[in-house]
């Protein structure tokens, strides 16, 4: 524990603030006295202050008090990320408070909100530190109980859960609990690119005090395969918080994200510029067609064409008459024309259909998105991989 219960001044006492100060002799002596205990159960405490572990309380006998065992990883990432956010108030970048192990009623009592950043007019922040798995309920349970209570929820997982398989760079093995816990933000698309596969996780080494964040996490192998479109690692002192995002950010991260809206704000001009100019140029041809008709309207009616034809009856003497009333031939018996009759020729038989590949009837693999459709923009069959029109208009591309 990094805070516990003063009996005589019927305060709060939060260790990592007297560590930062070098005082600890109020400490040892109000520890001594039995006038420290645990907040929850009441028990008197002692002060574990020493050169190899993070200075915290313990208590005096095992009990059953569910903040009577924190492991060290715990201990140290409590004490890093509460440091992290005092500096950040000290310094006038965050308003607000923190609370450091805070009560909070109707959590089971093997979970504890590790921190709580409480903003001037916005929602706080809970920080829950996961050093192990959690059962299914408690995973589902969770978020969705943190933020009924208006809290937002924010995991950090320590980095001895961070695994890897051998060789590959980008790639990880998340457990349930990371894989539940995937929180998208701006920053994934920042990094990836495109929309496909967002979702950011990150980890805390107390001992050595550094920062990982696996940035635009995507889906590879089932069951916990997955991919990041970047690893950041940063040191706790250089390590950035964003207020508008409610997340913690690398050094070049904000940079990176404004470049990314400018590029985007560039491309929606020229868009708006083409249609602008596609729709001016509709206009110029409807006002010309107009003046066509127009025109076509003004003009005197052409006269009657004449078309040269062969009578029946009068041999080889071509006569020249008016497309709208031609020489027949009469029947010389009847008097009623004598038309030649002809049968009409049958129709050319129906080609047969040809046979529908199957890649067109059941689509290709968007390496893009990751869905399976039709309506791609290029492919290779062969393959079995295509790019829809939604990905490539983004800037994806087949190698």
Known sequence: ?????????????????????????????????????CPT???ALWLHAGTLRTWHFAHRSLSDCPHGRVSEGILSGRRLLYLFFQSRIAGGKLRG????????????????????????GKPPVSVLLLESSLKPHTRSWLPFELEKRGFVFRPVFLATR??????????????????????ATAYDEAWRGYACGQGTLHFIDGQTERWTTLRGLQFVHSPQVYRAGKVLSSAMASLLWSETHTDWVHEGEAEKLKQLHEQRREQQRREQQRREQHRREEQRRERELEKARRRQETLPPPPPKTTPIRHQGLGSADLQ???????????????VEALPKRTPPPPPPEPAPEPEEP??????????CGQRTTNWQNAQPGAGKCICKDCFAIGVRLK
């Open 359 to 368: 890649w067109l009837r059941e689509g290709l693999l968007c390496i893009g």
């Open 162 to 183: 961070l695994k890897k398989p051998e060789d590959v760079e980008d790639e990880f093995l998340l457990d349930t609990a990371q894989r539940a816990f995937q929180i």
């Open 97 to 120: 408070e923190v609370k450091l192990e805070p009560p909070v009623k109707g959590l089971p009592d093997d979970l504890q909100v590790d921190l709580l950043v409480k903003r001037e």
């Open 1 to 37: 524990m990094l805070t516990a219960w003063d009996k005589s001044g019927d305060r709060q006492v939060v260790l990592p603030d007297f560590e930062e100060r070098g005082d600890d002799a109020w400490v040892r002596e109000h520890t001594r006295q039995g006038q420290i205990v």
């Open 41 to 43: 159960c009441q028990q």
């Open 321 to 335: 008459v008016s497309p709208t009333k031609l020489a027949v031939p009469m029947d010389s018996q009847s008097g």
